[in-house]
């Protein structure tokens, strides 16, 4: 299973800008879908945005976050990003990263490994 160390959480100004990291273990291929999810306080888990590894797409985006959110990987030093611009309240949550979908869209969640999970809080 890859192993995931998710950093750059944080609380910020609404407006403000967050960039979140997720670096992790050997892939199992060359090709492997990773994502971001989060996690509101009372609601279930929901997608931010994944990509591809091999960098053909640009990406997929949840509406909530098209626009503001960019994904990235960067193969050379094994990290995930999701850089966050234009916070904003309802953006508060824990974010996840998840590596290597199993099946299905990008949006169901079905992921083989999860990071942690750390804490966003955007102060309005």
């Known amino acids: 299973q890859v192993q995931l160390r998710e950093s750059g959480g944080g609380s910020v100004q609404t407006g403000a800008s967050l960039r979140l990291s997720c670096a992790h273990s050997?892939?199992?291929?060359?090709?492997?879908?990773v994502a971001w999810y989060r996690q509101a306080p009372g609601k279930q888990r929901a997608p931010v945005a994944a990509?591809?590894?091999?960098?053909?797409?640009?990406?997929f985006y949840d509406n909530s976050v098209a626009g503001r959110f960019t994904i990235s990987h960067d193969a050379a030093t094994s990290t995930l990003y999701l850089q966050m611009d234009g916070l904003q309240p309802e953006d508060s949550a824990v974010y996840y990263c998840?590596?290597?979908?199993?099946?299905?869209?990008?949006?169901?969640?079905?992921?083989?490994?999860w990071g942690q999970g750390m804490q966003v809080t955007v102060l309005s």
């Open positions: 998840a590596v290597d979908k199993i099946g299905g869209a990008w949006f169901e969640g079905r992921f083989r490994s």
């Open positions: 050997k892939l199992p291929r060359s090709r492997v879908c």
């Open positions: 990509i591809w590894t091999d960098g053909v797409h640009p990406g």
